[in-house]
């Protein structure tokens, strides 16, 4: 897992091992407070992580919230597994009554229960997202999530608008910049501390 330079909280039991984090749809969650580094504005950036899903149910993975037991208006950015389409998703910022809608609106290939698999998503700068499944790009949007990240509220892992997640996660990572597809590919195939100096100057933060 990569190491953490922010102090995290947690509810219930989700370090069970050393390998993952682990949810059960109950009151499992990370809380990672507000940061600089979280505010991307209008810029590109990038999330990473390994998701193993353990039940079929419809659970937000990582996200910003201003609670996350909180409906979507007080969401600025979430990705989660949608139980109806059994795919990943991404939805931008819902807060002040601004609908983003969903953006990446669901990958090419179905999620397989129990086995894990490297999701990324990125933004460019122009808005642009793109989600990639075990390093293959799966959908590409235009230009429609183009909303001002920056805020004052928490990165939540495991829970959002009240949907406890179901699944392990390893090695979350939260990038400046849109990575490459190669760079998400070096990504999965290694540890952080096996990464290019380049690439790990472009971690915001090495978090569980």
């Not at 609670?67 to 990705?79: E, K, N």
Request: charge should be negative; hydrophobic fraction near 35%; aromatic fraction near 12%.
């Amino acid at each position: 897992m990569f190491p953490s330079r922010r102090i995290v909280t947690s509810g219930g039991d989700v370090f069970p091992n050393l390998y993952s984090l682990e949810f059960d749809t109950t009151n499992d969650y990370v809380v990672i407070p507000d940061s600089a580094d979280w505010d991307f504005g209008t810029g590109s950036w990038s999330v990473t992580a390994w998701v193993k899903i353990t039940e079929d149910i419809t659970q937000y993975f990582i996200g910003r919230w201003a609670a996350a037991d909180s409906d979507a208006s007080a969401r600025h950015w979430g990705i989660y597994f949608d139980a109806s389409t059994n795919k990943f998703e991404y939805v931008p910022d819902n807060t002040g009554g601004e609908s983003g809608g969903q953006v990446a609106s669901g990958t090419t290939n179905s999620v397989t229960l129990n086995e894990w698999a490297h999701l990324a998503y990125t933004r460019t700068s122009g808005g642009k997202g793109r989600i990639y499944v075990d390093g293959v790009l799966e959908v590409t949007t235009g230009s429609n999530d183009t909303q001002n990240h920056s805020n004052t509220d928490p990165i939540f892992i495991g829970n959002g608008q009240n949907l406890f997640a179901s699944c392990n996660m390893a090695q979350v990572g939260i990038w400046r910049g849109a990575l490459s597809q190669a760079q998400i590919q070096e990504v999965k195939e290694k540890s952080f501390n096996e990464l290019s100096a380049s690439d790990k100057s472009s971690l915001r933060d090495e978090k569980i």
